[in-house]
């Protein structure tokens, strides 16, 4: 067993607990982060499948970099979306 | 078991018991610090597994400028509702979540030990690439739609935060401490970017890492206080934040036109569009998360 499979297990593991998280919490900013844990553990497998190789692979780091960016931006648009007063979410806190 | 193997291991427990406790901690506030140093020790992480510019990148990006969002969302947002998931969903949820576990470390297990033709590939045609960092030949040489692609859904995501004119940020009056220390970092922040950019041709570093640096440097004054609010309708800002995808495409565009194709450099000419597009991206990346961050919507309001 070597340090990737355990880097490996470790971002399916990570991936799992923000799925968890993603179905039982209903916190707008907790689903978010739930979502970037989610992420961090895609970016994980990846990583260590980069380094699982010498050279190191260095398309699948530059497909991290590229998410990572990506997935900051979904971040702020998510962020707003969910502090927004608008008309809608004074129709759903009427309802409730 | 030898001691390497015990650092992997504390790591990943440390980083599977730090995204658990931010997850599920009872209050918002100490789940978003927890979620930042969630952040940093993935950035350490990075840098384990031999991936320096994503470790650059992650601690830029991922920790310090989500972690501000996330904070100004928190202020933004109301008190939270005290809602706990029914039983059934919990249980559901747990059953279907260890499934998926099981299945995917099953999956995941074999890969650990074959490998790709693609480093190889990449290795054999780095002379040709202009530069001689292999991880910057693959973002703006070899798959430079990507990173094209990336600055466009920058550029959305800032367009659609735009549309969504939520209440500006109400900063408060800054103490003494945060003003002298921005002054000190903000500098720092311009010269440890421009190095960072530089060094991107030859070794790890680049556009992004580059770009969240100066704009880390931004935010910190502005938050201090120091920098008068950031308005997307004055045009040098526009300017800049359009310039990198504009510049970008030109570029493609005139190699689709006077070259052999889409995104193909003619020999020769590699290293210095490289140069080229990286500084214009540079700056479109730290305005664009500049605004995102800190921009003022007050000129949009009817």
Redesign the interface.
Known sequence: ?????????????????????L????????R???V??MG?GT???M???????T?????L??????G??????????A????????PVADVDRERE | MNA??LF??AL?LL??AL??A???TRK?YT??VL?IV?GLM?AL??AR???V??AL??AA??AG??GV??L???G??GP??A?R?PPA??A???L??SL??VL??QG??P???N??P??EL??SHLAASGVSH??T???LN??AW??LL?LV??L???L??RQ?H??NMNLPAAWPLLQAWSRLLAPLSIVIGGYLLWRGSHAPG?A?QAGAVLAAGAIVLRLAGLLPPLRWNWWPMRACVLGGVALFMTIAAAGYWLGSGWLDYPPGLGKTLITLIEIAATVS?AVS?SL??VGDTREITP
């Open positions: 067993m070597s340090h990737i499979s355990l880097y490996l297990l470790g971002g399916v593991a990570l991936w799992v607990l923000g799925l968890h998280a179905m039982t919490q209903r916190n707008a900013l907790r978010i982060m739930a970037n844990v961090s970016f994980m497998v990583v260590a499948l980069a380094a699982r190789m050279p190191i692979d260095p398309v780091q530059a497909l991290v970099v590229t990572l960016v990506v997935a900051a931006s979904a971040t702020a648009f962020l707003r979306l969910a502090t927004t007063e608008s | 390497e193997l992997d291991a990943i980083l599977l995204a658990a931010t997850l599920h918002l789940a978003i979620f969630f993935l992480t990075w597994l031999g991936a510019d994503l990148a992650e990006i991922g400028l989500i969002m996330l100004a969302a928190f933004r947002s939270e509702a809602t998931a969903v919990l559901a949820s747990v279907l979540c998926l576990l995917f470390a995941v297990w890969l650990a030990n490998s790709a693609v480093p990449v290795n292999p991880v030949a693959v973002l070899f798959r990507d990173t990336e859904v920058l959305l995501a800032l659609g935060v969504l939520s209440p680049g992004f990346i998360l995102l961050v």
